[in-house]
């Protein structure tokens, strides 16, 4: 048997195509509880979650992401299951090994934002911080993760404890921002932020969630320009725009908020997702994915617009085939046409 390739060899040969949103994801199917978003669907459905692994990692992601985003131990406290802490996050990486081993995917820890950093009480919160990145990153290094994704943090000192915690593990690092705002919180601009995360040592740097395609490419760009290592890219599949920049601010005229559960207004198709993958990678991104929202047929597209040739490729559309949009349409259903365009 010939030897997996690790995360830092696949990006030295190309472009590592990724697949996050597997809270929203399961939220929609109904598997996951909204406002919280803790997973316990790993304890109670472990089933949904390989099942989405699968389907991801049919569509052309070569990463299984563990799913322990919002598994730590405050947010297990908020719903009363901190005493299930531990086994949330062991059986969450063992079931991406397991799926990442029927195909040839890597496997990612994840460790997220997690609501206690305060850099105006740095000291004391640093200490919170770094015992829940502590712990999850221990469970995941002792189930066998490839790397490990600190990600959607607003905070450069957040990515700095995260950053130093993985590393502590002999692991490569992935940290990424998602910040609501216009620069991070603690005042640093994404770029300088990504400066100084890859000077401490992380393999790469970026940003994931919060913006769509159309928000998040220009500030990718700044980001490529100021990091001389691996950018990763991630964005959410809806429609922001310089109005509504993120995926929290997005709101129909006459209408509340959309975030976090009435966003399919604003959802990208698979193509839009396609062409920003395509524009990630001719900006120089090397991780391209895609995060809350994502759904296999996004999936798909962006790995098919990458050059891929996936197990779910078989299933790819050929509307030449239609009975009445294809290329051989009868003559009897050639009248119903005209209704179809009106």
Known sequence: MTEKLGLLDRLAHGVVFGAEGYVFELERRGYIQAGPFVPEVVLDYPDAVRELHREF???GAEVMVALTYYGDRQKLKTIGREGDLEALNRQAVQMAREVAAEGDSLVAGNIAN???YDHN????TSKVVRQIYTEQ???AADEGVDFVIAETLDYLGEGLLALEVIKSFGLPAMITFASVQHELRDGYSYAEACKILENEGADVVGLNCTRGPETMLPILKQIRQAVSGYVAAQPVPYRTSDEQFSFQSLKEAGQERAFPIRLEHFLCD???MADFALQAKEMGVNY???CCGAAPHHVRAMAEALGRSTPASRYSPDLSLHPMIGKNVSETDKQYLKFWKD
């Open 57 to 59: 990692q049919r569509a």
């Open 114 to 116: 997690t609501w206690v």
């Open 121 to 124: 009480n740095k000291e004391a």
């Open 137 to 139: 990153v221990q469970w």
């Open 270 to 272: 698979r193509f839009e």
């Open 288 to 290: 391209i994915g895609i």
